[in-house]
């Protein structure tokens, strides 16, 4: 199967993910956080790295209860600001 090649928007939305994940860890390792989430160390790695920028929404549901994260928290992290329009 071909993926289609990210854009530009779900590259910036991944790299945003990675950071409140990373932001939300905080102190705990990263085996700790995704052994408590099901995932391997390595999915959350390329996750927090932006190397896996659309993640299945249950890995991120899983995720985001491990860190104590609400799903709109996630979302809102995640949300681009509209182009601005022309004057």
Do not use: N, Y
Not at 5 to 24: I, N
Not at 44 to 52: C, D, N, P, V, Y
Not at 60 to 69: C, E, F, N
């Amino acid at each position: 199967m071909v993926r289609t090649p990210l854009t530009p928007e779900e590259r910036e939305r991944g790299e945003r993910l990675g950071l409140l994940l990373r932001s939300a860890r905080g102190e705990r390792s990263m085996v700790e956080v995704a052994g408590s989430a099901g995932l391997s160390a390595e999915t959350l790695r390329k996750i927090e790295t932006g190397r896996a920028p659309t993640p299945a929404f249950f890995t991120v549901s899983a995720l985001a209860v491990t860190l104590g994260l609400s799903l709109d928290e996630v979302a809102q992290a995640c949300v681009l600001a509209p182009p601005l329009a022309p004057v």
